[in-house]
Nanobody, 125 residues
Framework: QVQLVESGGGLVQAGGSLRLSCAAS????????MGWFRQAPGKEREFVAA????????YYADSVKGRCTIFRDNAKNTVYLEMNSLKPEDTAVYYC??????????????????WGQGTQVTVSS
């Protein structure tokens, strides 16, 4: 059974940093695209970042480009999201997800097959 477990969220002041982790189990995830999405209260879940199976291809939402880095450790079946210069508008529940079907890196929520339960990130002003 596929399971994704996020961790690393918390409360941070504006300008601070956080590193989110997503530990995957149930499959060998080194063959699949992994992504991070977020959902703020009252808003749709939106794309944040995605990474190809080997880590050579990464995509970022314009809102986080230059402030976030996605990377993975396939030996640990874990994907990370390093977030710097955090802003209050980054406040959201952050979810990781895996795309087990597509051969390309997608920014579309519908392409992802399994999701974690999310980790809360709150940025105070």
């Amino acid at each position: 059974q596929v399971q994704l477990v996020e961790s690393g969220g918390g409360l941070v002041q504006a300008g601070g940093s956080l590193r989110l982790s997503c530990a995957a189990s149930g499959r060998t995830f080194s063959s699949y695209t992994m992504g991070w999405f977020r959902q703020a209260p009252g808003k749709e879940r939106e794309f944040v970042a995605a990474i190809s199976w080997g880590g050579s291809v990464t995509y970022y939402a314009d809102s986080v480009k230059g402030r976030c880095t996605i990377f993975r450790d396939n030996a640990k079946n874990t994907v990370y999201l390093e977030m710097n210069s955090l802003k209050p508008e980054d406040t959201a529940v952050y979810y990781c997800a895996v795309d087990m079907e597509s051969l390309r890196v997608s920014m579309q929520r519908r392409e992802y097959d399994y999701w974690g339960q999310g980790t809360q990130v709150t940025v105070s002003s």
